[in-house]
């Protein structure tokens, strides 16, 4: 195929997941996460940040298994804080709700928390730094998994403390990290195909991409196993998360290019549905599809 990049402007979407307790899974995401949100449509829960769109939609499905250890699927989806204070509003809150950490990075591009909800779905939590302030070293993005600096976050606290209000409502997707089954493979469907540029190869088995130079809107990794098989169809985790394109010409453009490389892929009301390499499900869609 020929040489093609997504446009600048794409952002990852909503993800949408598999949890076993609806009822469970709203008052973590509530209660301790800060999300709004929007009235429940039979066994689907929508939260927001700003109490309209969609960041993260929940299916509850009491019978849905454990994803298998060393399947493909989610790594951790990215809630991107608008600054360092929100940052550490939601460190805070954690601290409060007495909620386990997993811990915590700076990657210089960033700052970010790690946990995991209730079933087990990773989350991370984080802030950017400046784009002015990244560096790169041969045409790739300089991050490092450096100590989080947790007191220097919780200062930010002392000029401007006031009681938790939940999520602030620019709260946004920021990224997604995959498990895939193939660097290779991903590679091809997700910068061959799709037009993601490559921001940092990292050994070993991690691929990170974006659009617009962006750190990275999808981390790929093979940490599970090399070859890994797909989950079973309906266990807890990712049900396919979000492409979201600037505008409809952008959809269409990358939608044709899909087709052009044979992949299979459904149009559905919000866009188009296919699956990657590791059949992890996407959904290409337009903002406010």
Same mark, same amino acid.
């Given at each position: ?34 999300? %709004? ?14 109490? %309209? ?5 929940? %299916? ?36 409060? @709700? ?107 088995? @991690? ?5 617009? %130079? ?76």
């Amino acid at each position: 195929m020929s040489a093609y990049s997504i446009h600048p402007d794409t952002t990852i979407g909503p993800v949408f997941l598999t949890v076993a307790d609806l009822n469970r899974s709203e008052e973590f995401y509530c209660s301790v996460l800060g999300f %709004k949100p929007l009235p429940r449509r039979a066994d689907l829960l929508s939260l927001t940040a700003d109490g %309209k769109t969609p960041v993260l939609v929940l %299916k509850g499905d009491a019978k849905a298994l454990p994803r298998p250890p060393h399947t493909t699927g989610l790594y951790h989806f990215a809630v991107l804080t608008p600054s360092r204070m929100d940052l550490a509003r939601s460190l805070q809150r954690l601290i409060e @709700a007495h909620y386990p950490l997993q811990g915590g990075t700076d990657h210089l591009v960033s700052e970010a928390l790690y946990l995991a909800d209730p079933d087990g779905n990773g989350i991370e939590i984080y802030r950017d730094r400046p784009r002015e302030g990244w560096e790169y070293q041969n045409s790739e993005i300089h991050m490092e998994s450096d100590p989080l600096d947790f007191d220097g976050i919780l200062a930010e606290l002392d000029q401007h403390a006031h009681s938790w209000q939940g999520l602030a409502p620019e709260t946004r997707m920021g990224h997604v990290h995959l498990n895939v089954a193939s660097i290779q493979d991903s590679e091809a469907f997700y910068h061959g195909v799709l037009g993601f540029e490559i921001m940092l190869r990292r050994a070993p088995g @991690a691929l990170f991409i974006s659009a617009g %130079k962006y750190h990275h809107h999808l981390g790929l990794n093979i940490w599970d196993g090399a070859g890994a098989p797909p989950p079973p169809a309906g266990a807890i985790g990712l049900r396919h998360y979000s492409i979201m394109l600037p505008n409809a010409k952008e959809l269409e453009a990358v939608a044709g290019r899909v087709q052009e490389a044979g992949i299979s892929a459904e149009e559905v009301e919000e866009g188009f549905m296919l699956r990657d390499p590791s059949q992890n499900g996407v959904l290409l869609m337009t903002r406010g599809a």
